[in-house]
Each structure stands twice: as C-alpha cells, then as structure tokens.
C-alpha cells in the first residue's frame, strides 16, 4: 500500500517523473534528438498555426512522439534488465516498441503536412 497521500503524494510523483526524464535525457540519443526538435518546433507552430486548433495539433503530435520515445526506452531497459541474450519475445518488444515511435513519427508528418499545406478539395 502507498504511504504517501494527498499533496505529499503528488510532490513524490512529480520528482519520479523529473528523474524519468533527467534518465532519458542522459541516457537516450533519440529522446535529446526529439527534445532538440521540438524545440525548434514548438515556437514553430505556434508561427504557423492560423488557429487555436491548428497550433493544438502542431504542438500535440510533437509531445506524442516525446510520449512514445519514453514509453519505448522504459521497454528497452526493462528487456535489457531482464536479460541481454538474444531472444525472440524480447525482439519483438522492442522492435514493438520502435514501430510505436515511427508511427507517430509518421502521424507528426502527416499532421504537419495537412496543416501547412491545406490540400482543397472543392
């Protein structure tokens, strides 16, 4: 059972999420490359985006990238902890968990192509 409750509960949770992303941000390449990006990005869509709804979507699928990179490094490690010999299921976990990313990675293009350069159908 959980020992903390209330706000205490909430600044422990804050400072795991902190040291998860200090984590990633040390030990993996493509969550700075990502980071790196959006940041460039970021300010980008808030430029380019003619709306409200339009910078939303700009902005979101660049944290949906962010999202999936981290929940595919936490495979990773977790498949690296349990065991570094070749193994079928651990493959597939994390060749899972890089499909994930490319996915969104895709969706991201996507978004910003269909945002920045309206296709009119009409």
Known sequence: MNQYT??????????YSMEGLKAAWINEAAFREEVLLCIVLIPLAIWLGDSGIERTLL?????LVLITELLNSAIEALADRITQER???IKRAKDIGS??????????VVVWGL????IHLS
């Open 6 to 15: 209330g706000l205490t509960r909430l600044i422990k949770a804050f400072g």
């Open 59 to 63: 902005i979101s699928c660049l944290l």
């Open 87 to 89: 193994h079928p299921l």
């Open 115 to 118: 945002v920045l350069l309206p």
């Open 99 to 108: 499909a994930a990313v490319f996915i969104a990675i895709c969706y991201t």
